[in-house]
């Protein structure tokens, strides 16, 4: 539960301020405390009633060569993976930050044994990784460390099979995961093959020899990492930038100072914006409070003990960004992450503002 300010009783003044006035007063009084999350004055209204989040993937959706399935929540998300991974011929290859799931790590390890090459690559300064990590050795599974270091991690979280199907996104492979609110995509066409091509990187990264497929041409799907590029942040400011009409943005953590600007100007050219944040995530209160003042909605996600995981921004009703990467300085220039953009695609936004618009309302306040 979030602290709430208990101010003194007065007696009542003989002008009320306008409401607007006394609002903003408020947001600026509660981002001046540090101890308080600020927020936006609610709208007058919210949209219609949002209907549940879903609990269901989503329809395949043919973008170009690609084809794109929603995965939202890890409940979702986990039987595809488990699905993909028992019907795989030749390769199953992951990275993975938080794995803890013995289910997955009982999938790969009944692929190894049918003769189907697993390469698994993980995180080693995460406990519950180095312990999955050691299980899946144990059974014969070739698995690498990411070389981490000290102020960066690899916080990917992808699976290939048979180079031909991907699902990214930002679910870890945790034990709690599947309460998280995040999403993945299932993922076929160009946009496999390049995301094969990261993780081929990755193992070179690894100090393993490997063939790095060239990138292909995908005017539709855009894959974007960092570490040793910084393809992630670009990205994101231009969705925030393009938008003319809406930007919603569910975010685990926002710290970034050039992306709150970007999205308080939104906000002035006349873009109907709602940011959704985490309520663990304290770091986000400056900025929070922030974009309040600027007259930003801004919300706290209303848990009943999971996380607002996501990293997703939907700008239009067009275009998408989602992924791993949280929206600050780590995220952005120094952890290894990797996100995807949706270029183009109403039936794509269309599902995940629906994730938004669930959240939104569950956390009116």
């Known amino acids: 539960m979030l602290p709430v300010n208990r101010w003194p009783t007065r ?11 006394l609002c903003l007063l408020l947001s600026t009084c509660l981002a001046a405390c540090g101890g308080v999350r600020a927020a936006a004055p609610p709208p007058a209204t919210d949209p219609a009633p949002a209907a549940a989040y879903p609990a269901t993937a989503g329809p395949s959706v043919a973008l170009g ?11 979702t998300a986990f039987p595809v993976i488990s699905s993909l991974i028992a019907s795989a011929h030749s390769s199953v290859h992951v990275e993975m930050y938080e794995f803890g799931r013995t289910d997955l790590a009982t999938a790969l390890i009944d692929a190894h044994r049918r003769g189907v090459t697993v390469t698994v690559i993980v995180d080693p300064s995460v406990d519950v990784t180095r312990a999955t990590a050691a299980a899946l050795r144990g059974a014969g599974v070739d698995v690498l460390d990411y070389p981490v270091r000290k102020g960066m991690i690899d916080h990917v979280k992808l699976v290939v099979v048979d180079r031909q199907v991907a699902v990214v996104g930002g679910i870890n492979w945790g034990a709690t995961s599947d309460l998280n609110h995040d999403v993945d995509a299932e993922i076929t066409g ?5 995301l094969e091509a990261v993780f081929a990187g990755d193992v070179v990264t690894c100090g393993r020899e490997a063939a790095e497929p060239a990138p292909v041409s995908d005017a539709q799907l855009l894959v974007a990492s960092t570490l040793p590029g910084a393809d992630i942040r670009p990205l994101a400011l231009q969705l925030i930038d393009s938008a003319r009409s809406t930007l919603d943005l ?6 970034d100072s050039g992306i709150v600007h970007a999205v308080e100007q939104a906000q002035v050219r006349g873009v109907r914006v709602r940011v959704l944040l985490d309520p663990s995530e304290r770091p986000s209160d400056g900025p929070a409070a922030a974009l309040a003042s600027a007259g930003v909605d801004v919300r706290v996600y209303r848990s009943s003990g999971e996380k607002l995981h996501a990293k997703l921004g939907v700008a239009d009703g067009r275009q998408a960004l989602f992924g791993s990467a949280n929206w600050t300085a780590g995220g952005f220039e120094r952890n290894h992450e990797l996100d995807v953009l949706v270029v183009d695609s109403p039936a794509i936004a269309a599902e995940l503002t629906t994730m938004v618009d669930a959240d939104w309302t569950a956390s009116r306040p």
């Open 11 to 21: 007696r009542p003044a003989p002008r009320r301020l306008p409401r607007g006035v």
């Open 65 to 75: 060569a690609d084809t794109v399935r929603i995965l939202p929540r890890g409940s």
């Open 190 to 194: 160009p946009a496999a093959t390049n």
């Open 250 to 255: 569910e975010l685990y953590v926002l710290t």
